[in-house]
C-alpha cells in the first residue's frame, strides 16, 4: 500500500507548517500491516477465547479506564488537559440496525503514533519470548495465549471490523484519528476532525453475534466482569427514546468495601483488570490499616509468571491511589524488588493528591505502607505454605527464586523470609524443592547441630557429589542446592532456628556427636598411616591445592576438593568465572579416601612419572565431580587412558 510519508517530507519543504498540517489531515490515510506477531497471536486468540467471547466488553471497560486513569494523573500537573470536563465515565450504546456497539470514554486518548504503538504493535517485551515459548501443539498454546494480555484484540472474537476513534487530550481537534481492520492483517489510519476528547471503540458484530445486541445481555456482561471499575459506566435507559442514561455498575472503589462484601468472584475480576491477567490470582490479601497512617491495601498474587520477571526494572505491580483517586502505576517505592511479582492497590488518607515519584521517594507515609505491604504478603505467603501446599507449590515453582532475592534485600525479614524458601535435598532424593528449614529442622539427628547443604551447577551434580557419601552413610540429610542464586543466598542465611548452615563442601569436616570414638580413631590411624603417601601427592601437585590430606566424608570416590571454611566454594569460583571475572583462585585443599583401591594402590607406585600422573588424576577427576573446569582436558584423557592400559594389563 502507498504510504505518503516521503511525500510529506516534499510537502513540508514547500508549504509552510501550517497549511502542510491541514493538507495532512485530509489527506493522511494510509493502510498498515499488523507486526507478524499480532497477527499470530490474534488467531490463536480468537481460537482460545472463542467459548468466552463476552469478555472483549470486559477489556474494553478496562482499557477506557486505563485511559482515565492515565488523563488524572497527567491533569496533576497540567489541569488544561481535563479541557473543562473531568467528569470522566465511559459509556455502552449499541445500535440493532447497523449491528454495532459502541464503547466510548473521555479519558486520555491517543495520538496518532500512539495508535500505531498500541494498537498496531505489542509493545510488550515479553512478546518474544512468548512466541518462542509457543509449542507447536494448538491446545497447549491456546492455554500460553490466556496469561499473555491481549486485551484489544479480543475484541475481534465478536467482530469481523473495528473503527476506533481517538483523540489526544492536549491535541487540538484536527488530531483526531481514526482507526479501522478487519483483525486479518492491516489495518487502516487516519487523521481526522474529532471534537471529543478520548476514545470510541465501535465494533462491526460478526453474523452470529446478534445475541449482543441487547441491553439485558450488555448490563449483565458489565456486571459480572466490571462492577469494580471506579468510573461509572452509562447505558441509555431501556425503553427511553430520548439520551436518558443510568449508571450500570456500582462504580464504588472494590478495596474501600469491607471484606466480608466482596465476594471471591469481585476479587478475581478486579485483579484480572489491574494485573491484566486472564488467569485468576492464587492468593489475595485485603486489609485495612488505621491509626496514625491510614491505608487500604488489597494485594494478589498471581498464577504465573510474567515474561518480565526477571527483568528487575520492568515492573507493573502495585498501583497507588490517594483517597480513591489512582495516582500512578507501579509505584517502586511501594514493594521491595523481590516482591515485584505482586500485583494490586494501595490506597493511602495520608499523601497529598499531587504526589510525584521525586516525593515518594522520602515520604515516611510510603516507608510505613511498604512495610506493612510486605509482612501482609510474607503472611499471606507464610498461610498459604501451611494451609495449601499445593498452591505453596505453585508459587514456589513460579516465583520462589524471585523471593530468594528477599534474603539478601531485606535483612529485616530474612528470618521469615527464610522460613518460606524450599529446597531439595536428600531426604526425597527427587528435584522437588519441597523442604523447607524447619522440616530440616525438624528431622536433625540426634547428635546434629547443623544444616548441612550443598550447592552445584544442576540437581544431578548436587545430587551425585562425592561429598554426600558419609552422609548418606549416616543417614543426615542434605540440602541440594543448584539454582545459581543459592551460592549467594547462603551468604546471607547463615542461621535458622539457632542452627548453623554449614557447607558439605568447605571446611574440615566436623560431624560433631554424629561421629563414633571409633570414627575418630580410625581416621587418625588412617592419617598416619597415610601421611607419606598424602605428603607425595601434594608435591607433586605443588601450586593448584593447599594441602592434601586424609578424609573420612568419602566412601566410593577416591578423592574431592574442599575449600577453606571462609574461601568461596568451587562452585562459586567456577559461576564467577562464568561472569567474566578474572584473577580469582582458590586453593582447594584434595581430600582422598584411604578405603579406595586406587588410592591404595598409588601408595606402592614407585615410578615417580606414574605417581604423577596418579596424582594429577585424582585432582582433575575431583574438580570434574564438583562442575569444574579443567585447565587441560586433553592432559586429563591421555592420563586417564594410560591408567586404563595399565589396568587393563594388570
Ligand atoms: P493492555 O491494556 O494490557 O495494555 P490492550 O490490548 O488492552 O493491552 O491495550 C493496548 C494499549 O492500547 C493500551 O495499553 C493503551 O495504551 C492503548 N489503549 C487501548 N484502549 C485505549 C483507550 N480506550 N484509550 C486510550 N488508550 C487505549
Ligand atoms: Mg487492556
Not at 598411616?529 to 577416591?558: A, C, M, Q, W, Y
Given at each position: 500500500?502507498?504510504?505518503?510519508?516521503?511525500?510529506?517530507?516534499?510537502?513540508?519543504?514547500?508549504?509552510?507548517?501550517?497549511?502542510?498540517?491541514?493538507?495532512?489531515?485530509?489527506?493522511?490515510?494510509?493502510?498498515?500491516?499488523?507486526?507478524?506477531?499480532?497477527?499470530?497471536?490474534l488467531?490463536?486468540?480468537?481460537?482460545?477465547?472463542?467459548?468466552?467471547?463476552?469478555?472483549f466488553?470486559?477489556e474494553l471497560?478496562?482499557?477506557?479506564?486505563?485511559?482515565?486513569?492515565?488523563?488524572?494523573?497527567?491533569?496533576?500537573?497540567?489541569?488544561?488537559?481535563?479541557?473543562?470536563?473531568?467528569?470522566?465515565?465511559?459509556?455502552?450504546?449499541?445500535?440493532?440496525?447497523?449491528?454495532t456497539i459502541t464503547v466510548?470514554?473521555?479519558?486520555?486518548?491517543?495520538?496518532?503514533?500512539?495508535v500505531?504503538?498500541?494498537i498496531g504493535?505489542?509493545?510488550?517485551?515479553?512478546?518474544?519470548?512468548?512466541?518462542?515459548?509457543?509449542?507447536?501443539?494448538?491446545?497447549?498454546?491456546?492455554?500460553?495465549?490466556?496469561?499473555?494480555?491481549?486485551?484489544f484484540y479480543s475484541t475481534f472474537i465478536v467482530a469481523d471490523k473495528v473503527t476506533l476513534f481517538?483523540?489526544?487530550?492536549?491535541?487540538?481537534?484536527?488530531?483526531?484519528?481514526r482507526w479501522e481492520s478487519d483483525g486479518k492483517?492491516?489495518y487502516t489510519?487516519?487523521?481526522?476532525?474529532?471534537?471529543?476528547?478520548?476514545t470510541d471503540v465501535v465494533l462491526h458484530l460478526r453474523?452470529?453475534?446478534?445475541?449482543?445486541?441487547?441491553?439485558?445481555?450488555?448490563?449483565?456482561?458489565?456486571?459480572?466482569?466490571?462492577?469494580?471499575?471506579?468510573?461509572?459506566?452509562?447505558?441509555?435507559?431501556?425503553?427511553?427514546?430520548?439520551?436518558?442514561?443510568?449508571?450500570?455498575?456500582?462504580?464504588?472503589?472494590?478495596?474501600?468495601?469491607?471484606?466480608?462484601?466482596?465476594?471471591?468472584?469481585?476479587?478475581?475480576?478486579?485483579?484480572?483488570?489491574?494485573?491484566?491477567?486472564?488467569?485468576?490470582?492464587?492468593?489475595?490479601?485485603?486489609?485495612?490499616?488505621?491509626?496514625?497512617?491510614?491505608?487500604?491495601?488489597?494485594?494478589?498474587?498471581?498464577?504465573?509468571?510474567?515474561?518480565?520477571?526477571?527483568?528487575?526494572?520492568?515492573?507493573?505491580?502495585?498501583?497507588?491511589?490517594?483517597?480513591?483517586?489512582?495516582?500512578?502505576?507501579?509505584?517502586?517505592?511501594?514493594?521491595?524488588?523481590?516482591?515485584?511479582?505482586?500485583?494490586?492497590?494501595?490506597?493511602?488518607?495520608?499523601?497529598?493528591?499531587?504526589?510525584?515519584?521525586?516525593?515518594?521517594?522520602?515520604?515516611?507515609?510510603?516507608?510505613?505502607?511498604?512495610?506493612?505491604?510486605?509482612?501482609?504478603?510474607?503472611?499471606?505467603?507464610?498461610?498459604?505454605?501451611?494451609?495449601?501446599?499445593?498452591?505453596?507449590?505453585?508459587?514456589?515453582?513460579?516465583?520462589?527464586?524471585?523471593?530468594?532475592?528477599?534474603?539478601?534485600?531485606?535483612?529485616?525479614?530474612?528470618?521469615?523470609?527464610?522460613?518460606?524458601?524450599?529446597?531439595?535435598?536428600?531426604?526425597?532424593?527427587?528435584?522437588?524443592?519441597?523442604?523447607?528449614?524447619?522440616?530440616?529442622?525438624?528431622?536433625?539427628?540426634?547428635?546434629?547441630?547443623?544444616?548441612?547443604?550443598?550447592?552445584?551447577?544442576?540437581?544431578?551434580?548436587?545430587?551425585?557429589?562425592?561429598?554426600?557419601?558419609?552422609?548418606?552413610?549416616?543417614?543426615?540429610?542434605?540440602?541440594?542446592?543448584?539454582?545459581?542464586?543459592?551460592?549467594?543466598?547462603?551468604?546471607?542465611?547463615?542461621?535458622?532456628?539457632?542452627?548453623?548452615?554449614?557447607?558439605?563442601?568447605?571446611?574440615?569436616?566436623?560431624?560433631?556427636?554424629?561421629?563414633?570414638?571409633?570414627?575418630?580413631?580410625?581416621?587418625?590411624?588412617?592419617?598416619?598411616?597415610?601421611?607419606?603417601?598424602?605428603?607425595?601427592?601434594?608435591?607433586?601437585?605443588?601450586?593448584?591445592?593447599?594441602?592434601?590430606?586424609?578424609?573420612?566424608?568419602?566412601?566410593?570416590?577416591?578423592?574431592?576438593?574442599?575449600?577453606?571454611?571462609?574461601?568461596?566454594?568451587?562452585?562459586?569460583?567456577?559461576?564467577?568465572?562464568?561472569?567474566?571475572?578474572?584473577?580469582?583462585?582458590?586453593?582447594?585443599?584434595?581430600?582422598?579416601?584411604?578405603?579406595?583401591?586406587?588410592?591404595?594402590?598409588?601408595?606402592?607406585?614407585?615410578?615417580?612419572?606414574?605417581?604423577?600422573?596418579?596424582?594429577?588424576?585424582?585432582?582433575?577427576?575431583?574438580?570434574?565431580?564438583?562442575?569444574?573446569?579443567?585447565?587441560?582436558?586433553?592432559?586429563?584423557?591421555?592420563?586417564?587412558?594410560?591408567?586404563?592400559?595399565?589396568?587393563?594389563?594388570?
Open positions: 500500500m502507498q504510504t505518503l510519508n516521503s511525500h510529506n517530507a516534499i510537502f513540508g519543504k514547500i508549504f509552510p507548517r501550517s497549511l502542510f498540517r491541514t493538507m495532512t489531515t485530509e489527506m493522511h490515510k494510509e493502510t498498515l500491516g499488523f507486526q507478524a506477531e499480532v497477527r499470530q497471536i488467531d490463536l486468540m480468537i481460537h482460545s477465547l472463542y467459548s468466552n467471547k463476552e469478555i466488553l470486559r471497560i478496562s482499557n477506557a479506564s486505563d485511559a482515565a486513569d492515565k488523563l488524572r494523573f497527567e491533569a496533576l500537573t497540567d489541569d488544561a488537559l481535563f479541557e473543562g470536563d473531568s467528569d470522566l465515565a465511559i459509556k455502552i450504546h449499541f445500535d440493532k440496525q447497523a449491528r466510548s470514554d473521555n479519558g486520555v486518548g491517543m495520538s496518532r503514533s500512539e500505531v504503538d498500541h504493535t505489542i509493545a510488550n517485551s515479553g512478546t518474544r519470548q512468548f512466541l518462542a515459548s509457543l509449542t507447536g501443539d494448538r491446545a497447549q498454546d491456546l492455554r500460553l495465549i490466556g496469561q499473555f494480555g491481549v486485551g481517538t483523540r489526544r487530550a492536549g491535541l487540538g481537534p484536527e488530531h483526531g484519528v492483517g492491516q489510519l487516519e487523521t481526522v476532525e474529532r471534537a471529543a476528547r478520548g453474523d452470529d453475534e446478534d445475541e449482543f445486541l441487547d441491553s439485558h445481555r450488555l448490563r449483565h456482561i458489565v456486571r459480572k466482569y466490571s462492577d469494580h471499575i471506579t468510573l461509572p459506566i452509562r447505558m441509555r435507559k431501556e425503553g427511553e427514546k430520548e439520551t436518558a442514561e443510568e449508571v450500570v455498575n456500582s462504580a464504588s472503589a472494590l478495596w474501600a468495601r469491607p471484606r466480608t462484601e466482596v465476594t471471591e468472584q469481585e476479587y478475581e475480576e478486579f485483579y484480572k483488570h489491574v494485573a491484566h491477567d486472564f488467569e485468576p490470582p492464587l492468593a489475595h490479601v485485603h486489609s485495612r490499616v488505621e491509626g496514625k497512617h491510614e491505608y487500604t491495601s488489597l494485594l494478589y498474587v498471581p498464577r504465573r509468571a510474567p515474561f518480565d520477571l526477571w527483568d528487575r526494572d520492568k515492573r507493573h505491580g502495585v498501583k497507588l491511589y490517594v483517597r480513591r483517586v489512582f495516582i500512578m502505576d507501579d509505584a517502586e517505592q511501594l514493594l521491595p524488588p523481590y516482591l515485584r511479582f505482586v500485583r494490586g492497590v494501595v490506597d493511602s488518607s495520608d499523601l497529598p493528591l499531587n504526589v510525584s515519584r521525586e516525593i515518594l521517594q522520602h515520604s515516611k507515609d510510603i516507608d510505613v505502607m511498604r512495610a506493612g505491604s510486605v509482612k501482609k504478603i510474607l503472611d499471606l505467603l507464610g498461610d498459604l505454605a501451611e494451609s495449601n501446599r499445593e498452591k505453596y507449590d505453585i508459587f514456589w515453582k513460579e516465583f520462589g527464586r524471585v523471593l530468594k532475592e528477599g534474603v539478601v534485600d531485606d535483612p529485616a525479614n530474612r528470618d521469615r523470609i527464610a522460613g518460606l524458601l524450599r529446597f531439595s535435598s536428600t531426604h526425597g532424593d527427587a528435584d522437588t524443592q519441597d523442604v523447607s528449614l524447619h522440616d530440616y529442622v525438624s528431622r536433625m539427628k540426634d547428635g546434629q547441630d547443623r544444616i548441612f547443604y550443598v550447592t552445584a551447577e544442576t540437581f544431578s551434580a548436587a545430587k551425585n557429589s562425592p561429598h554426600l557419601e558419609i552422609f548418606r552413610k549416616k543417614g543426615v540429610e542434605v540440602l541440594l542446592m543448584h539454582d545459581r542464586i543459592d551460592e549467594w543466598m547462603v551468604t546471607h542465611v547463615t542461621e535458622f532456628e539457632g542452627r548453623k548452615l554449614q557447607a558439605v563442601t568447605k571446611g574440615d569436616l566436623d560431624l560433631g556427636a554424629l561421629e563414633s570414638i571409633e570414627d575418630k580413631e580410625q581416621l587418625q590411624k588412617a592419617e598416619t598411616e597415610f601421611k607419606g603417601l598424602s605428603d607425595r601427592i601434594k608435591n607433586v601437585l605443588g601450586e593448584l591445592v593447599t594441602d592434601v590430606r586424609i578424609t573420612h566424608r568419602l566412601i566410593s570416590s577416591p578423592a574431592c576438593l574442599v575449600t577453606g571454611e571462609h574461601d568461596i566454594s568451587v562452585n562459586m569460583e567456577r559461576m564467577l568465572k562464568a561472569a567474566g571475572q578474572t584473577g580469582l583462585s582458590v586453593k582447594p585443599v584434595l581430600e582422598i579416601n584411604p578405603t579406595h583401591p586406587l588410592v591404595l594402590r598409588m601408595g606402592s607406585v614407585s615410578d615417580s612419572e606414574r605417581f604423577a600422573d596418579w596424582s594429577r588424576l585424582l585432582f582433575d577427576q575431583a574438580l570434574l565431580s564438583e562442575g569444574g573446569q579443567l585447565d587441560d582436558p586433553a592432559g586429563f584423557v591421555q592420563r586417564l587412558n594410560q591408567l586404563l592400559e595399565v589396568l587393563a594389563a594388570a
